[in-house]
Nanobody
Framework: VQLQASGGGLIQAGDSLRLSCAAS????????MGWFRQAPGKEREFVAGIQGTGTSTRYAQSVRGRFTISRDNAKNAVYLQMDSLKPEDTAVYYC??????????????????WGQGTLVTVSS
């Protein structure tokens, strides 16, 4: 099983970026998927999560209204649209898949499969 995150880069504050995560090795269409991030010197934190059907989502307070998580189960993929980016959004972003199929989870321990991370750097 592999989760491949991509789409990171260096951008200016206020710009937008879209991260993608492609899963392979098994289907995650029923599983909760999530995005986490880890800034330098800080712990990994929850950013956004989405239920298998895509009808239920949750966001960290710090990104609500600016980030949008979505998924395409036909492609076994999950996305994170990030708008109005701020320097404090700078971090390595990880996609993850949970063993749970209901209720979007926000804790690291509830996710079993992790991608390798993609670096997002927002300059002021």
């Amino acid at each position: 099983v592999q989760l491949q995150a991509s789409g990171g880069g260096l951008i200016q504050a206020g710009d937008s970026l879209r991260l993608s995560c492609a899963a392979s090795g098994r289907t995650f269409s029923s599983n909760v998927m999530g995005w986490f991030r880890q800034a330098p010197g800080k712990e990994r934190e929850f950013v956004a999560g989405i239920q298998g059907t895509g009808t239920s989502t949750r966001y960290a307070q710090s990104v609500r209204g600016r980030f949008t998580i979505s998924r395409d189960n036909a492609k076994n993929a999950v996305y994170l649209q990030m708008d109005s980016l701020k320097p404090e959004d700078t971090a390595v972003y990880y996609c993850a898949a949970s063993r749970y199929t209901t209720n979007v989870r926000t804790t690291i321990q509830d996710y079993d499969y992790w991608g390798q991370g993609t670096l997002v750097t927002v300059s002021s």
